[in-house]
């Protein structure tokens, strides 16, 4: 099978069920967001690799869970109003997203300052995917109320995990957070 079909050179792309639209049209630049965040994800991935992470194993896992399940928020904002969508996320993908945040928190210092993005190219990656998942998040909501609450909860969760995976992932990795210091510039 060929990677091109050439279906698209004329700037259109096939919705779930074969529907044309724009390749600019809000659903296709809502699961493509998706898409981007997934790569984002695996980029962060793959820098820690062959790092040492105290339970890798089971955040490995854990991402790829969160990766998969990317690919069913993707399909179920490429399913057009009205039709039936063949992958819906579930409760237990939010509540999975919830536990995961809820442990790797319990690792890491309080914050009481806002913290600059970066650290370990892993954290610095799963910051970038934070701020994609937040555009998918927006990308959603214009699709408007069509679109099944809870892919909305996974989104909003997701962006909390990656941050949370961020600050846990440099914590782990010996790497100091840059907090932001108000009027001073040095």
């Not at 790092?51 to 990766?67: G, V």
């Not at 909501?141 to 679109?147: K, S, T």
């Not at 099944?148 to 782990?172: C, E, G, H, K, T």
Request: with cysteine.
């Amino acid at each position: 099978m060929k990677i091109y079909t050439k279906t698209g050179d004329k700037g259109t792309t096939s919705l779930v069920y074969g529907q044309r639209v724009s390749k600019s049209d809000m659903r296709v630049e809502a699961y493509g967001t998706c898409d981007e965040a997934n790569s984002m994800i695996g980029l962060a991935l793959s820098h820690i690799k062959n790092e040492f992470l105290p339970d890798q194993q089971e955040f490995m896992k854990t991402f790829h869970r969160i990766q998969t399940v990317l690919f069913h928020v993707g399909a179920e904002l490429a399913t057009p109003s009205g039709k039936e969508v063949k992958w819906k996320v579930a409760q237990e993908e939010v509540d999975h997203l919830e536990a995961a945040i809820d442990k790797w928190e319990e690792e890491l210092p309080q914050l009481t300052n806002f913290i600059l993005p970066g650290g370990h190219p892993s954290g610095a990656s799963f910051h970038a995917a934070r701020t994609i998942v937040r555009r998918a998040e927006r990308k959603a909501v214009a699709i408007g109320e069509d679109v099944n609450p809870l892919v909305m909860s996974y989104l909003n969760r997701l962006s909390d995990l990656l941050f949370v995976a961020a600050r846990y992932v440099n914590q782990q990795l010996g790497e100091t957070e840059e907090t932001l210091h108000q009027n001073k510039h040095d």
